[in-house]
Nanobody, 113 residues
Framework: QLQLVESGGGLVQAGGSLRLSCAAS??????MAWYRRAAGRQREWVAA???????NYADSVKGRFIMSRDSAKKTVYLQMNSLKPEDTAVYYC?????????WGQGTQVAVSS
């Protein structure tokens, strides 16, 4: 069964950058997405990328985050720039649409003001 492992989170000051990675155990051909869940809030969609590399972003991160994928490495990335305290959340990757893969543990991003 496919497994997703997110990494790259950490604590950063506002205005800083982080690069998240999501490694899959097998090749993925679906449109993939990053999601985040802040404490006390529902999971929200952040960004998506098709198998052909077309990207789409939530308005809240547009112009600051860049999603990419390396199919050979079975990995998707999220470059996060100009981070804001409101970006603090646990970040997950998964398919954009159901059926979803088993959710990974996510990677914690904390942005201090």
């Amino acid at each position: 069964q496919l497994q997703l492992v997110e990494s790259g989170g950490g604590l950063v000051q506002a205005g800083g950058s982080l690069r998240l990675s999501c490694a899959a155990s097998t090749r993925i051909f679906n449109t993939m997405a990053w999601y985040r869940r802040a404490a006390g809030r529902q999971r929200e969609w952040v960004a998506a990328i098709t198998s052909g590399g077309t990207t789409n972003y939530a308005d809240s991160v547009k112009g600051r985050f860049i999603m990419s994928r390396d199919s050979a490495k079975k990995t998707v990335y999220l470059q996060m720039n100009s981070l804001k305290p409101e970006d603090t959340a646990v970040y997950y990757c998964n398919a954009l649409n159901a059926p979803y893969y088993p959710w990974g543990q996510g990677t914690q991003v904390a942005v201090s003001s």
